[in-house]
Structure formats: C-alpha cells, structure tokens
Antibody, heavy 122, light 107 residues
Framework: EVQLVEAGGGLVKPGGSLRLSCAAS????????MTWVRQAPGKGLEWVSS????????YYADSVKGRFTISRDNARNSLYLQMNSLRAEDTAVYYC???????????????WGKGTTVSVSS | DIQMTQSPSSLSASVGDRVTITCRAS??????LAWYQQKPGKVPKLLIY???TLQSGVPSRFSGSGSGTDFTLTISSLQSEDVATYFC?????????FGPGTKVDIK
C-alpha cells in the first residue's frame, strides 16, 4: 500500500523549533520528488518546500526561507522538515506529499499523508 | 512570482448540474497545472494533472481544460459526494503555488 505517515507535530512557543518527519512506503521513495504543504485552520493549501529525488534541487516558499530546512534520507525512505524560529503564523496542519509515478521530476502530489498539526503559541 | 487566482470562491449548485471552476495564472505556465479535491476534514486528493489528464480512479465526470494562463475544472454532473473545496496548483517552477480554492456545495 502506498503510504506517507507524518510525525513530529506539537505545541511549541514562538521562537522554538520542531522537526517533522514523513515515513514513506509502497512506492519508489528514492525516485520521487517530495513536498511539504501546510494548511492553517480554516484556510487554503500553502506550498512550503520541495526536494528533488537526489536532494540536488531544494525549494522554499518565501514565508519559510531561512527558517525551515527540508531534507531526505533515501536509505530510510524518510523526509524531514526542520522548523526553526517558529511564529504564530506557522500554526497549521503540515502534509507530506509525493510525486510517486513517472516521470518523477514533477512537483505535484499524487500521494498525501494524513498530516501532523503544529501549533505555535505562548 | 506567478500568482494563482480562482473563481468563484464558492458556489452552490444542484445535483446533476454542470459546474465550472476557473483558475488563472498571472503568467503563462504552459500545461503544468494540477487540480485537487479536499473534502471537509479530509486530506487533499489529486484529481487532474497536466491540465486535463485524469488521475487514476477519478470519475469521468471531472475534466480539465485550458492553456497558458486560463484553466477550467468542470464537473459534468454534480453529485453529493463532490461537496469539497477544489484547489489548482502550478508546477511549472518554484514556487509551486496553489490557488485560493473554490468551495462547492449542494443547493
């Protein structure tokens, strides 16, 4: 079964850090582009960051550039998002997504995880 | 950066109606456009990519069209299970921006 499972969300104070992870199974993780998308309460989808299959290409939204770092470990079939200097406006459900079918270099998502909730509040 | 807009922001239609949602890019994005459906409380689901290619398992009442800057998602005969918010996304180059969404419900 094709699956993405996020973990690592929680409540953190402004200025704090969190590390999200996303475990993949059932498809060629090492060949797939991976993306983080977030959704603030009652709002639309916001693209956060994407990474190519071999980590050569990494992209960030301006809203997180310099604060968030995306990475992946193809040996562990895992994607990560290190979030530093968190702000109240980072409060959202964070989804991990994959482009799991050929051609593998596109950045739309045909597989989505269920999401993990990040709350930034004092 | 290329901006994505959608219209309308919400609509209400009857079961069996033809529903059309528009997505517009501020600059040409060739055919690098995807559509997602997000039902209330659920995870987004890919419906269409490359403007008009239906993702496997998606009902044929969904279709996409357009080119360049103007794109359309059409539901040929609205069903009750289609109540959802629909988002477009460009993937022609970073940032891979989503549209603001169109909420569809039943009249």
């Amino acid at each position: 079964e094709v699956q993405l499972v996020e973990a690592g969300g929680g409540l953190v104070k402004p200025g704090g850090s969190l590390r999200l992870s996303c475990a993949a199974s059932g498809f060629s993780f090492s060949g797939s582009t991976m993306t983080w998308v977030r959704q603030a309460p009652g709002k639309g989808l916001e693209w956060v960051s994407s990474i190519s299959s071999s980590s050569v290409y990494i992209y960030y939204a301006d809203s997180v550039k310099g604060r968030f770092t995306i990475s992946r470990d193809n040996a562990r079939n895992s994607l990560y998002l290190q979030m530093n200097s968190l702000r109240a406006e980072d409060t959202a459900v964070y989804y991990c997504g994959a482009h799991s079918s050929p051609p593998y270099y596109y950045y739309f998502m045909d597989v989505w995880g269920k999401g993990t909730t990040v709350s930034v509040s004092s | 950066d290329i901006q994505m807009t959608q219209s309308p922001s919400s609509l209400s239609a009857s079961v069996g109606d033809r529903v059309t949602i528009t997505c517009r890019a501020s600059q040409g994005i060739s055919n690098y456009l995807a559509w997602y459906q997000q039902k209330p409380g659920k995870v987004p689901k890919l419906l269409i990519y490359a403007v008009s290619t239906l993702q496997s398992g998606v009902p044929s009442r969904f279709s996409g069209s357009g080119s360049g800057t103007d794109f359309t998602l059409t539901i040929s005969s609205l069903q009750s299970e289609d109540v959802a918010t629909y988002f477009c996304q460009r993937y022609s180059g970073a940032p891979f921006t989503f549209g603001p969404g169109t909420k569809v419900d039943i009249k």
